[in-house]
């Protein structure tokens, strides 16, 4: 390699321990936020090393084909260690800021959506309504015009009858709670 090549390699070592220590930052304030125990931080580290180490090999074999040197070395402690010491916490900032106004845009949508759903369903609501109101009233008028008529025929026709109108009503409560919906 030439000198012009080398010195491109380890600007590009450079870039990379850059992006990084952004990544290790990025990866900080999703830990803080998600609040992680030891379990989901051992988890979580295994998992942020892995694509580190993924992502600074491609960029490596991109760069320099992949040849490993002191100069690599120093290129991602010199960049990593220029992050952290001048750009973490303005980075983190942005990330946390950047963070919240993802989720704030989220909810926003999300509200948005809903109100034009309810607005968009409010007239099947209303004929909904209008139309299941009187039905359950009437339902509950007939049970209870079914109740009273029970409770006449039982002090009228005596028990034989009261046996056999239970097991029509048994039958019917099995036949009819097929058709009602389920709460």
Known sequence: MTLAEQLNAFLLTLLTGLI???AYDFYRVL?????LKKAGTFAGDLL???FLLVVVFGLLLVGNDGEVRFYVFLGLALGAGIHLIFFSSAARRFIYRSIY????????IAAGTVAFFRILT?????????????????GRALRL????????????????????S??????????????RPRR
């Not at 239970?166 to 058709?179: E, K, N, P």
């Open 166 to 179: 239970g097991g029509l009503r048994t039958r019917w409560q099995r036949f009819s709670s097929r058709w």
């Open 20 to 22: 990084s220590g952004f």
């Open 122 to 138: 409010f007239p099947f609501r209303v004929v909904f309504f209008l139309v299941a109101w009187p039905v359950a009233q009437g």
């Open 48 to 50: 942020f090393w892995l």
């Open 145 to 164: 015009a079914g109740r009273g008529i029970g409770r006449a025929g039982k002090s009228v026709l005596g028990p034989p009858v009261h046996r056999f």
């Open 31 to 35: 830990r803080e936020m998600l609040r």
């Open 101 to 108: 106004l993802f989720l704030r845009t989220i909810q926003v």
